[in-house]
C-alpha cells in the first residue's frame, strides 16, 4: 500500500491497490487534483463528518474523488454534529441526484429560507425529520455501541510517568499554580471573561506540552 506522508510522496499511486492519506493533505491542490485523476474502485473516508461544511477546502477537494469512486463508505460516530444541513455534503457525494441541491434539501429538511435581515440563506433549523429518517436507512448503517460492544477488547488503562527536561518541568509547574490559583478564585475575578480566557489558554498551553513531551 501507498502512505501518503507529504505532497510529493506520490510515486507509488499509480501502482499502489490501497493508498491512505490525511485531510490536510488533500488541501494541498497538486495532490488532491493527482489523485481525483487516479480514480479508485473504493473510497474509505473515516470521520466523515468533517465533511460538514460543503464550502469548506477539504470538502471541495475529497467530494470529487468519493464521487469518482465506484463505491464509498463514510464512517462517522456523530456525521451531523448539529443540524440536518451537516449531512448534505456526505449525502450528496454518495447520491447527488438522489438528494438533489443544496437549496431543494435545505428547504426540505433544514427549514431553509431566505433571511432579509442578513440576506443570506439560513439552513439552520429542521423540517420533515421522520421522512429525512426514513430516507437515510437507504443509505446508512446504524450500529450502536451496546450492540457492538462484546466485539472490541476490554479497555486497558495504563500510567506511564514521562520523565521531563528540568527547565520545561519548571515551566510547567510555573503554569500549573497559575491554573489552579485561576480556578480556585474564578468567582472572585474582576473580569470573569479574562478569567475564563486565561484559564482556556493555559489548559490547551499544557495539553499542547504534554503531547510533546508523550512523542519526544
Given at each position: 500500500?501507498?502512505?501518503?506522508?507529504?505532497?510529493?510522496?506520490?510515486?507509488?499511486?499509480?501502482?499502489?491497490?490501497?493508498?491512505?492519506?490525511?485531510?490536510?493533505?488533500?488541501?494541498?491542490?497538486?495532490?488532491?487534483?493527482?489523485?481525483?485523476?487516479?480514480?479508485?474502485?473504493t473510497?474509505?473516508?473515516?470521520?466523515?463528518?468533517?465533511?460538514?461544511?460543503?464550502?469548506?477546502?477539504?470538502?471541495?477537494?475529497?467530494?470529487?474523488?468519493?464521487?469518482?469512486?465506484?463505491?464509498?463508505?463514510?464512517?462517522?460516530?456523530?456525521?451531523?454534529?448539529?443540524?440536518?444541513?451537516?449531512?448534505?455534503?456526505?449525502?450528496?457525494?454518495?447520491?447527488?441526484?438522489?438528494?438533489?441541491?443544496?437549496?431543494?434539501f435545505?428547504?426540505?429538511?433544514?427549514?431553509?429560507?431566505?433571511?432579509?435581515?442578513?440576506?443570506?440563506?439560513?439552513?439552520?433549523?429542521?423540517?420533515?425529520?421522520?421522512?429525512?429518517?426514513?430516507?437515510?436507512?437507504?443509505?446508512?448503517?446504524?450500529?450502536?455501541?451496546?450492540?457492538?460492544?462484546?466485539?472490541?477488547?476490554?479497555?486497558?488503562?495504563?500510567?506511564?510517568?514521562?520523565?521531563?527536561?528540568?527547565?520545561?518541568?519548571?515551566?510547567?509547574?510555573?503554569?500549573?499554580?497559575?491554573?489552579?490559583?485561576?480556578?480556585?478564585?474564578?468567582?472572585?475575578?474582576?473580569?470573569?471573561?479574562?478569567?475564563?480566557?486565561?484559564?482556556?489558554?493555559?489548559?490547551?498551553?499544557l495539553?499542547?506540552?504534554?503531547?510533546?513531551?508523550?512523542?519526544?
Amino acid at each position: 500500500f501507498n502512505l501518503i506522508r507529504h505532497g510529493k510522496d506520490i510515486d507509488l499511486l499509480e501502482s499502489a491497490s490501497v493508498t491512505i492519506i490525511t485531510y490536510g493533505l488533500l488541501l494541498q491542490k497538486d495532490l488532491s487534483q493527482r489523485i481525483a485523476a487516479r480514480g479508485f474502485n473504493t473510497v474509505i473516508v473515516d470521520e466523515s463528518h468533517y465533511l460538514k461544511n460543503r464550502k469548506a477546502k477539504r470538502t471541495k477537494s475529497l467530494l470529487p474523488i468519493i464521487q469518482r469512486s465506484r463505491r464509498a463508505f463514510l464512517l462517522s460516530g456523530t456525521p451531523a454534529l448539529a443540524r440536518p444541513v451537516e449531512l448534505f455534503p456526505q449525502l450528496s457525494a454518495l447520491h447527488p441526484k438522489k438528494w438533489g441541491s443544496f437549496s431543494s434539501f435545505t428547504k426540505r429538511y433544514c427549514n431553509g429560507f431566505f433571511n432579509p435581515r442578513f440576506r443570506v440563506w439560513d439552513a439552520n433549523g429542521a423540517s420533515n425529520l421522520d421522512e429525512l429518517h426514513k430516507k437515510l436507512r437507504g443509505v446508512m448503517i446504524r450500529r450502536l455501541k451496546a450492540k457492538v460492544l462484546t466485539e472490541l477488547p476490554e479497555k486497558r488503562r495504563q500510567k506511564v510517568i514521562i520523565k521531563l527536561p528540568e527547565k520545561k518541568e519548571k515551566e510547567i509547574n510555573i503554569q500549573m499554580k497559575e491554573l489552579y490559583s485561576l480556578c480556585r478564585n474564578e468567582g472572585e475575578a474582576k473580569d470573569p471573561w479574562e478569567c475564563k480566557g486565561r484559564i482556556y489558554s493555559l489548559c490547551t498551553g499544557l495539553y499542547q506540552t504534554c503531547g510533546l513531551a508523550k512523542v519526544a
